[in-house]
């Protein structure tokens, strides 16, 4: 947790015909954690940012997600998700572990393999995954007053 200024060059890429998504939280969370964001670690550590548009058949997709969020919690060097959805419905979660192998473990697991399959036929018209390593964290949080 470092308190440096980013050091490493910051890209975007936007499409013209692609609006700005706005973020707002998910209304009804797939899963029930506290809607607080994951805590900054000690760098490094990688992410993977999963972002979607789904499509209007979304059965059995809520009981397929709270069953992978159980799941991913027993992987190896998981850190923990964080999710919002915009108003247009692009929905963007951030997973974030501490090694590539956490997240190489996570790719090949059974049930995530076949809901990743199920996804591609059923729940979603399309999809992006970036993996991207985390040279800089730090949290900020507003002192409670008493």
């Given at each position: 947790m470092s308190d440096h200024p980013i050091t490493a060059p910051v890209t975007t890429s936007i499409t013209a015909d692609v609006p700005t998504p706005v973020l707002t939280p998910v209304?009804?969370?797939v899963t029930t954690p506290a809607p607080t964001p994951?805590?900054?670690a000690e760098p490094p550590y990688y992410?993977?940012?999963?972002?979607?548009?789904?499509?209007?058949?979304?059965?059995?997709?809520?009981?397929?997600?709270?069953?992978?969020?159980?799941?991913?919690?027993?992987?190896?060097?998981?850190?923990g998700e964080d999710s919002a959805r915009t108003p247009g419905g692009l929905a963007i979660?951030?997973?974030?572990f501490r090694d590539l192998e956490g997240?190489?473990?996570?790719?090949?697991?059974?049930e995530h393999v076949a809901a990743k399959e199920r996804g591609r036929?059923?729940?979603?018209e399309r999809y992006s995954l970036h993996i991207a390593r985390v040279e800089h964290s730090?949290?900020?949080?507003?002192p409670t007053t008493t």
């Open positions: 209304s009804t969370p994951v805590p900054a992410v993977a940012v999963f972002t979607s548009l789904p499509t209007p058949d979304q059965s059995g997709y809520a009981e397929t997600a709270d069953r992978l969020g159980a799941l991913v919690r027993d992987i190896p060097g998981y850190m979660s951030v997973a974030y997240i190489e473990r996570w790719r090949r697991d059974a036929q059923q729940w979603y730090h949290t900020f949080r507003r």
